[in-house]
């Protein structure tokens, strides 16, 4: 027999027969239920096909103390896609510590995997002008499958609603720039991450918002999605290497360093900066960037990251990000 880990003596007939077999049919099932080329929906259709006396025995199995048994089953359950965590979802709670921490193992893949899906979705079904803040948090999930969405817009909403207050009866750009910054940077003690270009947190919208620090592009989307609830003139500058925002007021452009506690910069500041840069001055660079190509700095970002620090998977998840929104 392949397997040689003991036959707990509460297993039903049924366990100790797969058990038995599991590698004789493993590859039939591969077949049948993953194919790598099956769609997302067909895979979590899949798990719930699956009997009740089936499930119980993967479940029994997935606590086996037998590593390769444990290897097997997992494969199985996670072949059958994102049904199966319909009835695995219980089970996180187990008393069993063994099964309890290989089933919520095995949960957060699939979530994490379905939200791949999602998002890589999100980013071939819309163009240039995607919504910023969707995307923000469908390429969170990716990571953080768990978060509550919901909650982090009231958060945000939040914010706009106490800045409206602090902003009535402002109307000069510098004014109103510097009363989103003390709220932001003093109040609330968003800052920097010097150490971001090797941190992946810093360029998740909402660990930027747990951790109230973030990279560039991070704080300058947080800036961006708040003036965009208070109806202000703000986009993003993505320029070459680093991040800004703008407010576009009646007579003057006022250009926004967000990594820098909201640094305010005239256009000629930032001409200034880019001719003594490696880049040299473009007109393009001070253009407002669209939504899409924000996202996709993002994502770029994310990848350049998991590169430096050799997680091979991460880095090839998030590569497949940045083509479906480069095309």
């Known amino acids: 027999m392949f397997f040689h880990s003991r036959t707990k003596a509460g297993e039903s007939a049924l366990v100790r027969e797969w058990k038995k077999h599991l590698v004789d049919f493993w590859p039939a099932l591969c077949t049948q239920l993953d194919g790598r080329h099956m769609e997302s929906a067909s895979r979590s259709q899949t798990g719930s096909r699956l009997t009740a006396s089936q499930k119980s025995a993967l479940l029994t199995l997935l606590a086996d103390d037998d590593p390769s048994v444990y290897q097997t089953v997992r494969a199985h359950i996670i072949a059958c896609g994102f049904g199966a965590v319909q009835w695995l979802r219980p089970h996180m709670l187990s008393s069993d510590v063994q099964l309890r921490r290989r089933v919520q193992e095995i949960v957060r893949h699939l979530e994490r995997q379905e939200a791949d899906n999602r998002f890589l979705a999100f980013c071939l079904s819309h163009g240039e002008n995607l919504d910023l803040e969707s995307g923000a948090w469908l390429l969170a999930q990716t990571q953080y499958p768990e978060i509550n969405v919901e909650a982090y817009q009231a958060l945000l909403d939040g914010y706009a609603i106490e800045l409206r207050e602090r902003l009535l009866g402002q109307t000069l750009p510098v004014t109103i720039l510097s009363e989103i910054n003390s709220y932001l940077f003093k109040a609330l003690g968003f800052h920097a991450n010097a150490d971001h270009a090797r941190d992946p947190e810093s360029s998740y919208l909402n ?6 620090c973030g990279s560039p592009i991070t704080l300058c989307t947080l800036y961006w999605l708040i003036g965009k609830r208070l ?3 703000i986009v993003g500058i993505g320029l070459p290497g680093y991040f800004l925002c703008r407010y576009q007021g009646a007579r003057e452009s006022v250009f926004i360093d967000a990594f820098r506690h909201g640094r305010l910069l005239t256009r000629a500041d930032c001409i200034r900066n880019l001719q003594q840069s490696a880049h040299g ?7 407002p960037i669209s939504p ?3 996202l996709l700095r993002m994502c770029s970002a994310l990848h350049q990251i998991y590169a430096r620090l050799n997680m ?4 090839a998840r998030t590569q497949r990000y940045v083509i479906a929104l480069a095309k």
């Open 207 to 212: 660990r930027v918002i747990d951790l109230r």
């Open 231 to 233: 109806n202000l003139p």
């Open 292 to 294: 899409g190509r924000a």
């Open 281 to 287: 001055f473009q007109e393009g660079f001070l253009a």
């Open 312 to 315: 091979q998977e991460e880095s």
